[in-house]
């Protein structure tokens, strides 16, 4: 019952942080184009990419924390339901431009990021 209550904590955090930091990333960069989700996803993939390495590849994570950061935190934190409504509603739009700029960039920016963050957390 503990493992619940930290996954149900941790991912309610998580979704207040994306919601900070899209929203954050709206005011700068505007909203033509789904910024927020962009820089979410992104960061996600490398925060995911940095935990789950150290976490894999140096245990330095209880089960608890692990299920906390990852599953929770970062599960509620990225918004890949976001992404994929808000790509639908530019093709619907027929915005062929913007909806393949946001499926490829997302792709490239998210395994990037995830392979940035693993050889960050093996540099350390």
Known sequence: ML?????ALSGAVGTIARYTLGGLTHQILGFQFPYGTFVVN???CLAIGFLG??????SLFSPDLRVAMILGF???FTTCSSFTYE??????NGDLFFASLNIIGSLVVWFVSLFSGVL???SI
């Open 120 to 122: 960050l957390a093996r």
């Open 87 to 92: 790509t639908w509603a530019m093709l619907k």
């Open 74 to 76: 970062l599960g509620a």
């Open 42 to 44: 992104a960061s996600g």
């Open 53 to 58: 390495t150290l976490a894999d590849e140096r």
């Open 3 to 7: 493992r619940f209550f930290i996954l």
